[in-house]
């Protein structure tokens, strides 16, 4: 049973672009919660999320950021017209009841 | 205000020796507290999850203790390894929202 997956683990992009990040949850979790973190900074609650539903999202920017957990397929974190200021590491973690976490690797998104 | 307040900052100990870190919160109302280990470039992994009802509980030579008066947590590390050297992340759940509130962590650094 493979641990949470998150790809890319490095993702670089310039001002301006789209940024896609991925999270294919554990087998059989079907509760998946996307942080972001900060340098030196403790990490944030984004999203949580279950199948094809959003629960909340009150840790989401009220612009450019969008989550979706699809039937079928991962759990994407979605960034429009990205600015120096999303550069982070984004974790996804998630959990087959709302109860102990699992977290992926995490993804570190770069704005140039 | 849910708050949850790490220290120290970061610890500098000797291969071997004992260290205990702190956490202090102010969440409520309190499902449960977590600790997790995050080493270097990786995602949070659990040590140890504590209800209200519980004292102390251990993983291996990882300790947690929780006092649910005083609203304060502690972990303590016994016989340090090369390998502790990593962030030690404090997570309180409010039992309302069932939100997560993190820590800013202690970043503990074990040498030789």
């Known amino acids: 049973n493979a641990g949470v997956m998150q790809n890319p683990r490095h993702l670089v992009r310039r001002r301006g672009q789209e940024a896609r990040l991925r999270c294919s949850p554990m087998?059989?979790?079907?509760?998946v919660y996307w942080y972001r973190q900060l340098p030196e900074e403790g990490l944030k609650f984004m999203v949580y999320l279950q199948k094809e539903n959003i629960i909340d999202e009150s840790g989401m920017p009220k612009e450019r950021f969008s989550a979706e957990f699809p039937k079928e397929g991962p759990s994407i974190l979605r960034i429009q017209q990205v600015v120096r200021g999303d550069s982070a590491a984004y974790f996804c973690a998630s959990s087959p009841n709302q109860g102990r976490l699992f977290f992926g690797s995490g993804t570190q998104l770069s704005v140039l | 205000k849910n708050q949850v307040e790490q220290s120290p900052q970061s610890l500098i100990i000797l291969e071997g020796k004992n260290c205990t870190l702190q956490?202090?919160?102010?969440?409520?109302?309190?499902?449960?507290l977590r600790w997790y280990k995050q080493d270097t470039g990786r995602g949070p992994v659990s040590l140890t999850i504590?209800?209200?009802?519980?004292n102390t509980k251990s993983n291996g030579r990882y300790t947690a203790t929780l006092d649910a008066d005083t609203k304060q947590s502690s972990l303590h590390i016994t016989a340090s390894q090369l390998s502790d050297s990593a962030s030690y992340i404090c997570?309180?759940?409010?039992?309302?929202?069932?939100?997560?509130?993190f820590g800013q962590g202690t970043t503990l650094q074990v040498k030789p």
């Open positions: 504590m209800t209200f009802s519980e």
């Open positions: 956490c202090n919160y102010t969440v409520s109302p309190f499902s449960n």
């Open positions: 997570v309180v759940s409010n039992s309302n929202t069932g939100k997560l509130i």
């Open positions: 087998k059989g979790h079907s509760h």
